[in-house]
């Protein structure tokens, strides 16, 4: 469906899972991340497709926008690097709290808002798409926990943009999605010291994003019982929810 795939964060975890799930003959994948020798043992497993590699800050907004101009056509920009922490039981410092959002936002948007730019001029493709744009949120987007309160934030800020921007964007031909994962089993969540309900591996997770991609939905969620029991928390009063989350063991600080 999809000849030329990007991909941010795509040196580990999900990324990573969603390059080699993607890797097929007559593919261009363009896999960026930080760590240049994880990037590359992943572009390895990622032989069956035309592989080319950056290694690429996404806090660095110029840098963005110069990768995503290089590469010419793109169908599937996916801006899914991102960083997780919270308050370990405390407070987050201020530095965590900027950290979070420069990478999990504003790296969100200096892929996204370039890529969008580039789709609006490109030929449509076979489905009448110019291209789409896939941002990775969290389940965590639906529920605020005290815990983890810059990275829910966070991934509120860009699921709700992302579905808000389709609305306008599909105007010109582009599509945005937003992807709701549940726990992963990635060296992120391996740092999380309290129960993960349904905790499924990156491979499953990617399995179900690029089918979720494939078949053209606005919001990618799974599992659904996580996504209930998301929707169903975050509707609380949030003095209630407060209260309730507040007795559950807190994500560790950054570090």
Not at 192 to 217: H, Q, S, V, Y
Request: net charge positive; aromatic share 6%; hydrophobic share 50%.
């Amino acid at each position: 469906m999809w000849t030329s795939i990007a991909i941010t964060g795509a040196s580990s975890g999900l990324g990573a899972a969603i390059a080699r799930a993607a890797a097929r003959p007559g593919v261009v994948l363009h896999l960026a991340g930080r760590d240049a020798t994880r990037l590359a043992a992943v572009a390895r497993d990622c032989a069956a497709a035309e592989v080319r590699v950056t290694v690429l800050d996404v806090t660095d907004a110029a840098a963005c926008a110069a990768w995503v101009a290089g590469m010419g056509r793109c169908d599937l920009m996916i801006a899914n690097a991102g960083i997780s922490a919270g308050s370990g039981g405390g407070v987050e410092s201020a530095e965590q709290v900027r950290a979070i959002f420069a990478t999990n936002v504003d790296g969100v948007l200096n892929v996204a808002l370039p890529a969008i730019a580039a789709m609006r001029d490109q030929a449509p493709g076979p489905d009448g798409v110019r291209g789409r744009v896939a941002v990775t949120g969290s389940l965590a987007s639906f529920v605020a926990a005290p815990g983890a309160a810059s990275y829910c934030a966070s991934k509120a800020a860009v699921q709700r943009w992302a579905e808000a921007t389709d609305a306008s964007e599909r105007k010109f031909g582009v599509r945005l999605s937003s992807i709701c994962p549940g726990y992963v089993r990635t060296p992120m969540t391996e740092k999380n010291a309290f129960p993960m309900p349904w905790l499924m591996t990156p491979d499953e997770a990617a399995k179900r994003t690029l089918a979720g991609l494939a078949a053209g939905r606005l919001r990618v969620v799974y599992p659904r019982r996580l996504y209930f029991l998301a929707r169903m928390v975050g509707a609380l009063p949030p003095g209630w929810r407060n209260a309730i989350l507040g007795r559950a063991p807190a994500k560790g600080k950054a570090g």
